[in-house]
């Protein structure tokens, strides 16, 4: 009888299981749902080591950030996040790029800064792939169909730059360009670019190239010229180390740059010193980095969070929720966006050149950190 009992039992153990397994495949639940949405894979490459790393750090926060809310809101997709680190240099970059394409299968794709960009546009226009810089301030970053730009553009920081000269009435610049980087020419130029024609003189360009470390031939060149600022186009360590080189050869002129101070992890350096920065945050974005990192956000960690929202909503615009859209299908939705509202502020919009123009801002070094004065008209 015993042995019947057993068999009986075990019938009704596995008419129990089967029952269940039905059940909850027909019960429909959340943690169901979730996970039978189509995964869409966006790659990110990142400076997460090296010189400006702690850039690569605020801007891979912004991106957990952005992507931590994405959990809790009714979206078509679900959406995974993979990192490669760069350490900033082109050659590294462009192998990471090539990795998040044709190994991790992304489906679009974002990258940092000028001299990574430029070498990550023509493989992602080959693999016809949505690519978003979200920190170059060369043009050049977007060029093709599938790159974009999510940064303020050289041509409006130069105007912002020009316009403060002549508040200021600064008539005589030199500036120290790393002649490398993409972005620090960019800059330059456009600048060379909206002074023509005016009273200012660019008495001087001494370039360098990244890893520098003496920069007394340089100076020696035109400590005599009478300049009246100079404006340095470098990134860290450069910059720290031509702003005291230059101080060191009793030069007493002011140092200024467009952008680059915010590149130090020195800002005492620059005290009571002027500079044109990119696009300033909404005050919600400042706050919510700050209540989740315990810092304020670094230069770029907006362009970032926005970066991965508009990749969103260019997805979810796409495609049904059934299938991923495909790769052009996601590019074309990205370019035909229009006023979108982020972290850098309302009615941001993609233009027919790629790229997402923003305002320049005029900052001060104050008490050590960097403090708006005034936003470009």
Same mark, same amino acid.
């Given at each position: ?25 027909? #019960? ?6 979730? *996970? ?17 790393? #702690?850039?690569?750090? +605020? ?7 952005? *992507? ?25 970059? +462009? ?18 800064? *000028?001299?990574?960009? !430029? ?13 978003? !810089? ?7 970053? &977007? ?8 940064? =303020? ?12 000269? %002549? ?7 030199? @500036?120290?360009?790393?002649?490398? %980087? ?21 008495? *001087? ?9 003496? @920069? $007394? =031939? ?28 230059? $101080?060191? #050869?009793?030069?007493? +002129? ?6 680059? @101070?915010?590149?130090?992890?020195? /800002? ?32 770029? &960690?907006? !362009? ?22 495909? $790769? ?11 006023? @979108?509202?982020? &972290? ?10 790629? /790229? ?22």
């Amino acid at each position: 009888m015993n042995k019947y009992i057993k068999i009986i039992v075990g019938i009704a153990v596995v008419v129990f299981v089967l029952a269940f397994a039905v059940f909850s495949k027909d #019960s429909n639940s959340p943690a169901e749902t979730a *996970s039978a949405k189509p995964t869409i894979k966006i790659g990110v490459t990142l400076p997460l080591t090296g010189d400006v790393a #702690s850039l690569g750090e +605020a801007n891979k926060n912004a991106i957990v950030l952005a *992507s931590e809310q994405l959990k809790s809101r009714n979206l078509k997709y679900s959406y995974e996040f993979v990192f490669e680190d760069d350490q900033f240099k082109p050659a590294i970059g +462009a192998t990471a790029a090539s990795k998040l394409i044709s190994v991790d299968n992304s489906d679009a794709i974002i990258s940092f800064g *000028s001299p990574v960009g !430029n070498v990550v546009s023509p493989i992602a226009e080959q693999s016809k792939i949505l690519h978003v !810089n979200d920190f170059a301030s060369d043009p050049k970053v &977007a060029n093709g169909s599938y790159n974009f730009v999510h940064y =303020t553009p050289a041509k409006s920081d130069a105007i912002a730059f020009v316009n403060e000269l %002549n508040t200021r009435g600064i008539k005589k610049i030199v @500036f120290f360009a790393q002649a490398d %980087n993409p972005g620090a020419a960019a800059i330059v130029n456009a600048i060379r670019e909206k002074a023509a024609g005016t009273d200012i003189k660019i008495l *001087s360009t001494e370039t360098f190239l990244t890893g520098t470390r003496d @920069f $007394r =031939t340089n100076i020696d060149k035109v400590k005599n010229l009478g300049a009246e600022l100079y404006v340095l186009q470098a990134s860290s360590p450069e910059i720290e180390i031509l702003t005291r080189q230059l $101080r060191a #050869s009793g030069i007493k +002129a002011p140092v200024g740059s467009v952008e680059t @101070f915010e590149f130090s992890n020195d /800002l005492s350096l620059f005290e009571g010193l002027w500079y044109v920065n990119a696009a300033d945050a909404t005050s919600w974005f400042n706050d919510l980095y700050t209540k989740r990192y315990g810092v304020s956000p670094k230069i770029g &960690a907006p !362009n970032a969070y926005d970066a991965v929202n508009m990749i969103v909503q260019a997805v979810e615009t796409a495609g049904d929720g059934k299938t991923k859209p495909s $790769r052009t299908e996601i590019r074309n939705a990205f370019a035909s966006i229009q006023g @979108f509202n982020g &972290a850098l502020g309302n009615n941001l919009n993609v233009g027919k050149d790629g /790229l997402v123009d923003s305002k320049a801002v005029i900052r001060i070094i104050k008490g050590g950190k960097p403090v708006t004065v005034s936003e470009s008209k």
